[in-house]
T-cell receptor, first 117, second 109 residues
Framework: GAVVSQHPSRVICKSGTSVKIECRSL??????MFWYRQFPKKSLMLMAT?????????EQGVEKDKFLINHASLTLSTLTVTSAHPEDSSFYIC?????????????FGPGTRLTVL | GQNIDQPTEMTATEGAIVQINCTYQ??????LFWYQQHAGEAPTFLSY??LDGLEEKGRFSSFLSRSKGYSYLLLKELQMKDSASYLC??????????WGAGTKLIIKP
């Protein structure tokens, strides 16, 4: 149980285009979903926390107009990288916390490798 | 500021035991997590400690001392598939996860 999927797993796009990444909890309902990015050999950096039906909370330094997050249901959150540039190339990972857990355990998706040319 | 420290890289031999240490300084404490991350993949949950002491789960054990701001992950009977990065993360008083940079564990035959 507690499976989180991400789509696409890899995407290559031209500079200036927008890319949407989907994160789904497949067998549980997630009150909260988290979006991270990870650079090579670096730890995860939390970008934003999204709660179903409300606006996402962005971490300091993360542009909300650049990284649009929508948490439309208890099983789906999307991250859209708008007008992507080469510096946005990174590994993007989502995670979800199940409602019924007594502690805030996060289950991670498999990640999306974004390459902007 | 908040800080998680763990060694950058460790090497061990197949069949042996290895201990990966993690020290932390955070604003509040609501538990410490260990995750395993293979190259190019997302992290997978290994353990959660919120009380002092040792939690054992098969070949993996995790220890916590809150007074010392210290934890370790102990891996026994190492297998080649254990080669991965091991991430220590602490949940602070705002229930935010603060991540360490990870320890790359290299297993040699």
């Amino acid at each position: 149980g507690a499976v989180v999927s991400q789509h696409p797993s890899r995407v290559i796009c031209k500079s200036g285009t927008s890319v949407k990444i989907e994160c789904r909890s497949l067998d549980f309902q997630a009150t909260t979903m988290f979006w991270y990015r990870q650079f090579p050999k670096k730890s995860l950096m939390l970008m934003a926390t999204s709660n179903e039906g409300s606006k996402a909370t962005y971490e300091q330094g993360v542009e909300k107009d650049k990284f649009l997050i929508n948490h439309a249901s208890l099983t789906l959150s999307t991250l859209t990288v708008t007008s992507a540039h080469p510096e946005d190339s990174s590994f993007y990972i989502c995670s979800a916390s199940p409602l019924e857990r007594s502690y805030n355990e996060q289950f991670f998706g498999p990640g999306t490798r974004l390459t902007v040319l | 500021g908040q800080n998680i420290d763990q060694p950058t890289e460790m090497t061990a031999t197949e069949g042996a035991i290895v201990q990966i240490n993690c020290t932390y300084q955070t604003s509040g404490f609501n538990g410490l997590f260990w995750y395993q991350q293979h190259a190019g993949e997302a992290p997978t949950f290994l353990s959660y400690n919120v009380l002092d002491g040792l939690e054992e789960k098969g070949r993996f054990s995790s220890f916590l001392s809150r007074s010392k701001g210290y934890s370790y992950l102990l891996l026994k009977e190492l297998q080649m598939k254990d080669s991965a990065s091991y991430l220590c993360a602490v949940m602070d008083s705002n229930y935010q996860l603060i991540w360490g940079a990870g320890t790359k564990l290299i297993i040699k035959p």
